[in-house]
């Protein structure tokens, strides 16, 4: 990204006020507080790979919510759910194709068997090199359940 993911948050803070943009504010002013909570609790500024990480925690909590407000029946609350994970989406790199993601799989797994780690191990070893390749750029639920058929 040529520029850093907390000034351009700011700028869509702004935006979203002049176009009197409520739900899309809420939601940028939601994540600037995370950002900053986490800034305060460490004492010092965080770099963008820490704000994407950030960001994918809010995205995860957004999906996990949209599945237990549809099952409830609740459709009225789990549409708000989605369009915050929109909002959100933006900030993060461009999603991983899925032959990226089934080469990147695969890739970790034969460098994971040539050091000779097989089961549960593996699994673990596997699942930290995709994610140091993916991060912020595929659902690693997903992925995991992805590497997890591949190594059974």
């Given amino acids: 990204m040529s520029k850093m993911l907390k000034p351009q948050l700011a700028d869509a803070v702004k935006n979203a006020m002049r176009a ?12 600037q507080a995370a950002i900053k909570q986490k800034e305060v609790d460490e004492r010092r ?16 909590q957004r999906r996990e919510s949209i599945s237990a407000f549809e099952q409830a029946g609740r459709t009225e609350t789990a549409e708000q759910e989605k ?8 900030f993060l790199p461009q999603a991983a194709s899925v032959e990226e993601v089934d080469a990147t799989i695969a890739s970790a797994i034969a460098e994971v ?8 191990p593996a699994m673990g070893k596997v699942m930290a090199i995709v994610k140091a390749e993916l991060a912020g750029r595929a659902d690693m639920t997903a992925v995991s359940a992805q590497v997890k058929a591949h190594l059974m």
């Fill in 83 to 90: 369009a915050e994970l929109t909002v959100l989406q933006e």
């Fill in 45 to 60: 500024e965080l770099d963008d790979t820490e704000v994407i990480a950030i960001i994918e925690k809010q995205v995860k």
């Fill in 113 to 120: 068997k040539d050091q000779g780690i097989t089961g549960g």
């Fill in 20 to 31: 009197k943009d409520a739900p899309r504010l809420g939601t940028l002013r939601f994540l």
